[in-house]
């Protein structure tokens, strides 16, 4: 192998070691949150009018509940092997709708804990880890 054969060999080895280090420390581990079993909780906080919540992922159907004043959906669920778990919901408040991904590994701008809480109001719609309070995420 001549010079610069061997050097070359010895970049491109290199590079995929610094790539594999960084994949190491910047991407987690799958037990880090593929055995960590997560909830989703929706709670209506509306007076006026009772919500309807529609959930659903790839593979389940949740169904269409019907929320009013105070009660709550709630599910739990573990994060599938190939790390793209989504759950997202349809919410009726009258004639308003709003579709939002209210569960979805690494998009949703930080991680909870374990618990995602929900609260449906007539100002909007609020996403908290549990523990905190609520932020709006989008009007009606």
């Known amino acids: 192998m001549c010079h610069f054969e061997s050097k070359l060999h010895n970049h491109i080895i290199?590079?995929?070691?610094?790539?594999?280090?960084?994949?190491?420390k910047f991407i987690p581990t799958l037990s880090q949150?593929?055995?960590r079993k997560y909830t989703?909780?929706?709670?209506?906080?509306?007076?006026?009018?009772?919500?309807?919540?529609r959930c659903q992922s790839k593979d389940d159907d949740l169904?269409?509940?019907?929320?009013?004043?105070?009660?709550?959906?709630?599910?739990?669920?573990?994060?599938?092997v190939l790390m793209n778990t989504l759950y997202f919901c349809h919410f009726y408040l009258k004639?308003?709708?709003?579709?939002?991904?209210?569960?979805?590994?690494?998009?949703?701008?930080?991680?909870?804990?374990?618990?995602?809480n929900w609260?449906?109001?007539?100002?909007?719609?609020?996403?908290?880890?549990e523990g905190e309070t609520p932020q709006l995420v989008t009007g009606w």
């Open 14 to 24: 290199t590079i995929l070691l610094c790539l594999l280090l960084l994949h190491a």
């Open 33 to 35: 949150y593929q055995f």
């Open 40 to 53: 989703v909780r929706i709670v209506s906080h509306t007076v006026t009018a009772p919500i309807k919540v």
């Open 63 to 80: 169904g269409t509940r019907v929320l009013q004043f105070g009660e709550e959906f709630t599910w739990s669920f573990r994060v599938n």
């Open 95 to 116: 004639e308003c709708e709003k579709s939002l991904n209210v569960f979805e590994v690494f998009s949703m701008g930080y991680m909870c804990d374990d618990e995602y």
């Open 119 to 129: 609260v449906v109001t007539e100002l909007g719609i609020y996403k908290g880890c």
